[in-house]
T-cell receptor, first 110, second 115 residues
């Protein structure tokens, strides 16, 4: 069955550093992969989408890579800020349906 | 743009009663709406996918008679939890999409507590 794994431990980093979150998937060949941010008690908010034929995507301080050979996506936040503290979800998908990982909790301290 | 609302945000009901949750896309027409359930510290689990005017497609293990989904228009979908039990207590989130490969716009979620 499909399996999506994200960093199981919470990630604590200092403000200004780069946060790197990992998403690995198995038994799955997604056509694209999306990253979302979720704050406690709220619905997820879309951040970035990368397609299977793209290696890298950037948006402001965010960068996503997608390696279909390794079956892995990396999500980077550069110059991190305390406001970036949240849970980040990766969601590989084909067609309409998304499959979400459990998420990685990021805490950025001043 | 691309705002999705859910109502109610929080509901407490007694075991055996039914609860209806509404999901609306406020400023766009959603081709497809999705219903998810999320338990504490767990991932979002897709329950069903619905297209306007047609029957919802339920994921394996989700009882269609218990979780009734109606998608009456391109801006409104409802989820009714029938004969709710304490184990149905969870965070229910809807999302709306405009097409395959597109991002989904999520509602703020509904916290259901069944006593």
């Amino acid at each position: 069955s499909q399996k999506i794994e994200q960093n199981s431990e919470a990630l604590n980093i200092q403000e200004g550093k780069t946060a790197t979150l990992t998403c690995n998937y198995t038994n799955y060949s997604p056509a694209y992969l999306q990253w979302y941010r979720q704050d406690p008690g709220r619905g997820p908010v879309f951040l970035l989408l990368i397609r299977e034929n793209e290696k890298e995507k950037r948006k402001e301080r965010l960068k996503v890579t997608f390696d279909t050979t390794l079956k892995q996506s990396l999500f980077h936040i550069t110059a991190s800020q305390p406001a970036d503290s949240a849970t980040y979800l990766c969601a590989p998908g084909r067609g309409y349906a998304l499959n979400f990982g459990k998420g990685t909790s990021l805490l950025v301290t001043p | 743009g691309a705002v999705v609302s859910q109502h109610p945000s929080r509901v407490i009901c007694k075991s055996g009663t039914s609860v209806k949750i509404e999901c609306r896309s406020l400023d766009f027409q959603a081709t497809t709406m999705f219903w998810y359930r999320q338990f504490p510290k767990q991932s979002l689990m897709l329950m069903a996918t619905s297209n306007e005017g047609s029957k919802a497609t339920y994921e394996q293990g989700v009882e269609k008679d218990k979780f009734l989904i109606n998608h009456a228009s391109l801006t409104l979908s409802t989820l009714t939890v029938t004969s709710a039990h304490p184990e149905d207590s969870s965070f229910y989130i809807c999302s709306a999409g405009t097409g395959a490969f597109d991002e989904q716009y999520f509602g703020p979620g509904t916290r259901l507590t069944v006593t």
